[in-house]
């Protein structure tokens, strides 16, 4: 499934309809009947006692939200619209279809000249409260009475169905600069935008539906921004049944450092995990004491110097640089030496502080690695601040790749991995994740497969789905607040499952 930002869908649009009479009110009609068709097999029970308010907007989304009352009311639903914009302030297809709309209803209020406590009775006692108000083209901050209406109905006990996204969600980022509606469902017409899935939207969205298509002219456009999943992300390579450890990889994880062991620990046994035949922690002397790991397959090596630190790595097949590593310079060294073998390197957490340092001294091999930053460790690789990142993450993705003609996997609810020309999308918020190692592991499994013999992309995209799975399977055991790193490890074997 291909993914559009709002500023792309609004061309296609555009190519679509190409100036003809009638055509954008054709496919608004049709965006109406799509969402319709998802609607109709969610409201049960019987239609006449079932309370729809529509809160329309003055632009298509608004429109949308009008034409799909009228559909709902000729299928015997009890319908009331809430416009939130005066008759003379409305889009023309937007006016089209509430005059369509009074014929069959006069259950029409306006924002404004509606009483709040009207208002407020209105929206308390609906059952199915549809969200019409902005599109993906939105772009600013939502405030004044609008505002405390859209509070309302996040308070209500209506069931909330946001068409195409949230109101109040940016179409591009999924930021929200002020109030949004929080919905139960959202229904997406004919393809996701990157608002659906970046930024605070996973807050808001509820559950996404996309709607079938409605005709929408593609051929001009160029996507480049794919959803990852189980299937897109490709199986896992057939394992020889005679094969030795020596045969799927030996993994080298540089990183540790005092109060700070664990971390590549837990990278190590994610790597095993993934499939590798060897796993070992490169810990500086210092450290070394100190690192006690609680898993005996996992080897420990120390290094005093970069020499001793080159000649552990001779026999690795793959590296993540990194994990717990500390700030202090005397890696930046230890990360050159890695950055010229002639094998994938993860770079993650204080290994990424030190790339810009590294790019200057060589040129970076081409598809040989990877860099998996969350949001902060992102804005410190371009010296910019996190809320620039938020604001467009795609661009920085992006611009990672070119810099450092790696794979770029940005950490998130919506993690999002970027290569040469292409971008994918992976959304499957899981708050549990947000713990400390979580990332840990990540890096871990991708240099797992590395190890194994998977290129960088395959083994993004692979190692996310499988990190994702498995932390979905922590949260079925535990919970969202009891779930860590350790319990993504314990499901890494359930998560590389759908992939076989």
């Known amino acids: 499934m291909y993914i559009y930002t709002a500023d792309e869908m609004k061309e296609i649009d555009e190519k679509t309809i190409g100036g003809e009479d009638g055509k954008s009110l054709e496919l608004m009609e049709k965006a109406a009947k799509s969402i319709y068709n998802v609607l109709s097999d969610r409201i049960t029970g019987k239609k006449k006692h079932k309370q729809v308010l529509a809160v329309c907007g003055k632009g298509n989304n608004g429109g949308d939200g009008l034409a799909l009352s009228r559909l709902l009311g000729n299928d015997g639903f009890n319908i009331r619209v809430l416009m939130t914009a005066g008759e003379k302030e409305l ?61 309302k109905i996040n308070d209500s006990k209506a069931t909330v169905v946001s068409i195409d996204i949230p109101s109040g969600l940016v179409g591009n980022n999924g930021r929200v600069y002020g109030n949004a509606i929080k919905a139960d469902f959202t229904v997406v017409v004919d393809s996701l935008k990157t608002g659906n899935l970046l930024g605070q939207a996973p807050d808001y969205n509820g559950e996404i539906i996309v709607g079938e298509g409605i005709g929408l002219d593609k051929s001009q456009a160029s996507p480049d921004k794919r959803l990852l999943s189980g299937k897109t992300a490709g199986k896992m390579k057939t394992r020889r049944s005679s094969g030795h450890k020596y045969d799927f990889g030996s993994l080298a994880i540089a990183g540790g450092s005092i109060g700070m062991t664990g ?160 971008l994918w999308f992976y959304y499957k918020p899981n708050s549990g994740m947000a713990c400390g190692g979580s990332g840990d592991v990540l890096s871990g499994i991708i240099g797992g497969l590395c190890a194994q013999g998977y290129e960088t992309l395959e083994a993004a995209k692979k190692g996310v789905v499988i990190h994702g799975t498995a932390g979905e399977f922590a949260r079925a055991e535990k919970n969202e607040w009891g779930m860590c790193a350790g319990d993504i490890i314990n499901n890494i074997y359930k998560g590389i499952e759908p992939l076989v």
């Not at 306006?110 to 059952?127: A, F, H, M, N, P």
């Not at 990142?389 to 790696?406: E, M, R, W």
Request: proline share 4%; charged share 30%; with cysteine.
């Open 91 to 151: 889009k023309r297809d937007t006016s089209v279809e509430l005059k369509r709309l009074e014929i069959s209803t006069d259950n029409v209020y306006y924002l404004g000249s509606s009483s709040r406590e009207l208002l407020d009775q209105i929206i308390g006692d609906s059952d199915f409260i549809i969200d019409a108000i902005f599109g993906t083209g939105f772009k600013g901050k939502v405030d004044g009475e609008l505002s405390d209406i859209m509070l």
């Open 263 to 422: 971390a590549p620990l837990l990278s190590a046994k994610s790597g095993l995990g993934s499939g590798c035949g060897l796993s070992t922690v490169l810990i500086d002397k210092e450290a070394y004491a100190y690192c006690n790991s609680p898993w005996p397959e996992v080897m420990i090596k120390p290094y005093a110097n970069e020499v001793e630190f080159e000649k552990l790595l001779e026999r690795a097949t793959a590296a993540v640089f990194g994990p717990g590593m500390g700030m202090d310079e005397k890696y930046d060294k230890m990360m050159i030496k890695a950055l010229k073998r002639d094998i994938p390197i993860v770079v993650d957490a204080d290994g990424i502080y030190r790339l810009n340092k590294a790019r200057d001294q060589l040129v970076l091999k081409d598809k040989n690695l990877i860099i998996t930053p969350h949001l902060g460790e992102m804005a410190k690789l371009f010296r910019v601040k996190t809320e620039d990142v938020l604001d467009d993450p795609i661009y920085f993705v992006k611009s990672a790749v070119d810099c450092y003609n790696a794979v770029v996997v940005l950490k998130g609810p919506c993690t999002v991995i970027g290569a040469k020309n292409e």
